[in-house]
């Protein structure tokens, strides 16, 4: 199984960066899939998820209204939309894969050991 991110970068505060994760290696459409970020120094932290459908997501209070979770099931990849970034927002974003439950269930979704498959993460640096 490999997930490989994309699409981190240097962007000054109030701008958009959409992050890509290419999946491979299994079958996409049945996995639930989260973003979660780590900065320096902090624990891996919860970002959004979305269904193996994509007919339900969940976000971080953090990002609600900011980012936004998608995916494609033709093109197995999952996407992270990122406006109105701050330098708080300032992490490796790293994508994951869970074989899940049948539905979101939310509370599973933010936390990262439920996760079975990881990617290796992309660096996103929000200058103020």
């Known amino acids: 199984v490999q997930l490989q991110a994309s699409g981190g970068g240097l962007v000054q505060a109030g701008g958009s960066l959409r992050l890509s994760c290419a999946a491979s290696?299994?079958?996409?459409?049945?996995?639930?899939m989260g973003w979660f970020r780590q900065a320096p120094g902090k624990e891996r932290e919860f970002v959004a998820a979305?269904?193996?459908?994509?007919?339900?997501?969940y976000s971080a209070d953090s990002v609600k209204g900011r980012f936004t979770i998608s995916r494609d099931n033709a093109k197995n990849t999952p996407y992270l939309q990122m406006n109105s970034l701050k330098p708080e927002d300032t992490a490796v974003y790293y994508c994951?894969?869970?074989?899940?439950?049948?539905?979101?269930?939310?509370?599973?979704?933010?936390?990262?050991?439920?996760?079975?498959?990881w990617g290796q993460g992309t660096l996103v640096t929000v200058s103020s």
């Open positions: 994951a894969a869970d074989r899940g439950v049948g539905w979101l269930d939310q509370r599973r979704s933010s936390r990262p050991n439920e996760y079975d498959y």
């Open positions: 290696g299994l079958p996409f459409n049945t996995y639930d």
């Open positions: 979305i269904s193996w459908s994509g007919g339900s997501t």
